[in-house]
């Protein structure tokens, strides 16, 4: 009976995100449509002269249309599932692909004559390797958007590279209790991936995140952040195990 009652409530199963406003339930947060059914890992992009490969984990939770990387006239190719070939389909000029609850390994190539000067990521895509001819780029320059500048070859540190962070924390007196982190970057200098440690409290289970950046959780505390210059706002929220 099961899966008669849940028919066409495939979100039923996604993890709510809560953006700006508080459920007092999970349940509560899915009928208001704020989950996320869909988590990437980190993107391994692996580039040369005439083409590259990419690869991505992505956590799954009901059936979802997920996001290749592409360009101006570059589309991927040879895309497969877990090592199975994959049907990718053209969706308002987006290469697309859909894939069923679980965990899978998503992965395909691009051929170009010439490399291009952006590719088009998943806004949703977070963390980047990028690889350049053989050699790794520390820093790819991913914009907000998920374009990927690859114009420049080298990235080098400048003296004028800057990081402010000023954290405030709001604590929830509920059961159980509930602290929001908000977090205000300035940054200057390059584009550039930034680590912040002691994002969560010792404990703490994240529920929510609010971000216009990339960004992904590390293990322990601690968050990686994809920036370049500017004033970002992040707003992460996480449940403590106790009082």
């Known amino acids: 009976w099961k899966s008669w009652v849940l028919r066409g409530k495939d979100a039923h199963f996604c993890p709510g995100t809560w953006p700006g406003t508080w459920p007092s339930t999970v349940s509560e947060a899915r009928e208001a449509g704020d989950v996320a059914c869909g988590y990437p890992s980190r993107l391994r992009l692996e580039l040369g002269a005439e083409g590259g490969t990419f690869s991505q984990t992505w956590r799954v939770y009901a059936p979802l249309a997920i996001g290749l990387p592409y ?3 570059v589309w991927p190719e040879d895309v497969t599932v877990d090592s199975a070939p994959a049907v990718v389909v053209d969706s308002d000029g987006r290469p697309v692909l859909r894939l069923e609850p679980g965990e899978h ?4 190539r691009m051929r170009w004559k010439e490399m291009p000067e952006v590719l088009r990521l998943p806004p949703s895509t977070g963390l980047v390797s990028l690889t350049r001819d053989g050699v790794a780029v520390p820093f790819p320059d991913l914009a907000p958007d998920g374009v990927l500048r690859l114009g420049s070859k080298v990235v080098t540190e400048r003296a004028e590279d800057g990081l402010e962070v000023t954290v405030f924390r709001l604590v929830h007196d509920a059961i159980p209790p509930r602290v929001v982190t908000h977090i205000r970057l300035d940054v200057s200098g390059r584009a550039r991936r930034l680590h912040l440690p002691g994002v969560l409290p010792a404990g703490g289970t994240p529920l929510s995140v609010s971000s216009s950046l990339p ?17 970002f706002d992040l707003e992460v929220a996480c449940r403590l195990p106790g009082p």
Do not use: E, M
């Open 71 to 73: 360009g101006r006239g």
């Open 105 to 108: 390994v998503v992965a395909g």
């Open 215 to 231: 960004l992904s959780f590390a293990p322990g505390d601690s968050l990686y952040v994809q920036a370049g210059p500017g004033r």
